[in-house]
């Protein structure tokens, strides 16, 4: 059998290899292009970063700083901050903001806060949010205000992590404007203000008509930072018509560990949601207040484990009073999963002392 002749002259083979090698070379020269330039943008970067840290040590000079930022590039520029963001301490970020006060790479963002696209609106926003002058916080004060959605909450925040007061009562008084949000970024927006903001929520959290979205991330807010004046307030929230609040409300009572409110954490120990029932079982455990054990160990019967699960661990930290209702229920509750959860709280104690 022999094998048949494809019938190809060398003129054919090479008019096929010749163009296959110069694409492949020219694949070749552009990568390397691409790699030359990733050095060079990586290059860059740390002559950048050099020149930041020598200024905060004192051995580069406010002009010679301004220079150095004055002949990069964009790019390189606000990646670099964007990397100290994360590294500096707020004394040193305030030091360094106002030395670069009104350089052109803020100004060139502040003109493309008025781009047509979106989007690098919302990028001009971010990147204004790093560095905020006297300058940037006009601007993004007019993107809070102008929209869309996407820019407002980029410039919010921005504005919020310079502490912006005006940006703070321009949000609470739009309640509405980032009503798309999730929760936990409208929480992320008003920790952001810092501390000095909580006497304004607190303030806000007092009046009867509030945007529900917005008075949960207020609520969530005044807890994780632990503001105890505001107890009395949160607990009103524990009778709200929307089990998504008063959940906030009993988890909040739990951070802030306020006895006053336990008479309202009792009664929310019946609520119809399970999930504030839990929360509110959780929240007594955190208070180990004596009288809270027969409203609890009744919960051990509750149909949610989460809710005897939380109420068992409440009984468990309360101490020795807590700890014999739990050896009650273990052996005489006609509820095998109430004598469950007590024998696994009992024995987690245990654990915990040894």
């Given at each position: ?162 502490h912006d007061a005006r940006a703070l009562r321009w949000i609470l008084g739009n309640p509405g404007a980032f009503a798309t949000r999730s929760p936990q970024a409208r929480t992320a927006l008003l920790r952001a203000f810092g501390r000095g903001a909580l006497p304004a929520l607190e303030k806000a959290l007092e009046g009867d008509r509030l945007d529900r979205r917005l008075e949960r991330a207020i609520v969530e807010t005044l807890g994780l930072a632990r503001r105890t004046a505001a107890a009395t307030a949160i607990a009103r929230r524990l009778l709200s018509s929307d089990p998504e609040i008063r959940l906030t409300a009993a988890r909040a009572l739990g951070r802030l560990r306020t ?96």
């Open positions: 059998m022999t094998t048949p002749h494809l019938g190809l002259s060398r003129d054919a083979i090479a008019a096929i290899v010749i163009p296959i090698a110069a694409i492949a070379a020219a694949f070749a020269v552009i990568r390397a292009v691409a790699r030359r330039d990733r050095r060079d943008a990586r290059d860059r970067a740390r002559s950048l970063m050099r020149a930041f840290a020598d200024y905060l040590e004192s051995r580069l000079s406010g002009r010679e700083l301004r220079r150095a930022v004055q002949s990069g590039d964009d790019a390189t520029f606000w990646t670099t901050l964007e990397t100290l963001a994360f590294r500096l301490k707020r004394s040193e970020w305030r030091r360094l903001v106002h030395e670069l006060e009104r350089n052109r790479h803020e100004a060139a963002e502040r003109l493309a806060l008025r781009d047509d696209s979106p989007w690098r609106r919302e990028l001009a926003a971010r990147r204004l949010g790093l560095l905020p002058s006297r300058a940037a916080r006009r601007a993004l004060r007019r993107a809070l205000e102008d929209g869309p959605g996407i820019v407002s909450f980029a410039g919010a925040m921005g504005l919020a992590r310079a006895p006053e409110c336990a008479a309202a954490l009792l009664s929310a120990l019946t609520d119809e949601a399970w999930q504030v029932r839990a929360q509110a079982a959780r929240a007594l455990g955190r208070l180990r207040l004596p009288v809270a054990i027969p409203q609890l160990s009744a919960c051990l019967t509750d149909r949610s484990w989460w809710v005897r699960r939380h109420a068992a661990y409440a009984l468990s930290g309360i101490g020795d009073e807590g700890c014999a209702a739990l050896r009650g229920a273990a052996e005489g509750s006609p509820d095998p999963y109430a004598r469950d959860i007590a024998l696994e709280a009992l024995e987690n104690g245990r654990r915990k002392q040894a």
